[in-house]
């Protein structure tokens, strides 16, 4: 994927957390490389708290919406990488799609405890996503 744009998919349940974090990162970290997209199979809404812990990291999603398959129709990405286990099994065929990877992470949104246990899920789960979508485009940037 030398010398090109990169567009990548990632897809998890409500397009609320993790696939959020995920596109912010990718087009944070890589903006002249990459062009990342999100989506959800069952789109709800963008988590305040994701929201939040990005812009404790200096990225910015405040703009991000939760969407559904249909938003990226037309769009031939070179990766769909699935974030959630359900997402993994509902991921439907797209056309042109060069790869599929799925790799898990904890829903954030599904943390119990007070305001501040809440937000330290929401802070691992994004430092990890951040490290997996690093190496995951550098390899790809090869």
């Known amino acids: 994927m030398i010398g090109k744009q990169v567009k990548i998919l990632f897809l998890c349940t409500g397009n609320s957390c993790r696939s959020q974090m995920a596109e912010g990162w990718a087009n944070h970290l890589f903006p002249d490389r990459v062009k990342a997209y999100s989506a959800?199979?069952?789109p709800s809404q963008v988590h305040p708290l994701a929201v939040r812990v990005m812009a404790e990291a200096?990225?910015?999603?405040?703009?991000?919406?939760?969407?559904d398959l249909s938003?990226?129709?037309?769009?031939?990405f070179d990766l769909v990488i699935t974030l959630c286990n359900s997402a993994?099994?509902?991921?439907?065929?797209?056309?042109?799609?060069?790869?599929?990877?799925?790799?898990?992470?904890?829903?954030?949104a599904q943390a119990l405890g007070n305001?501040?246990?809440r937000l330290e899920s929401f802070r691992r789960v994004r430092d990890d996503i951040k490290d997996f979508v690093q190496e995951l485009i550098e390899s790809c940037l090869k």
Not at 71 to 76: E, L, N, S
Request: hydrophobic share 25%; net charge neutral.
């Open 71 to 76: 938003a990226v129709q037309g769009v031939t």
């Open 88 to 108: 993994k099994e509902e991921c439907p065929l797209l056309p042109g799609t060069h790869k599929l990877i799925h790799r898990g992470f904890p829903d954030p």
């Open 40 to 42: 959800g199979t069952r």
């Open 115 to 117: 305001q501040e246990e």
């Open 58 to 67: 200096g990225v910015d999603i405040s703009h991000h919406r939760s969407k």
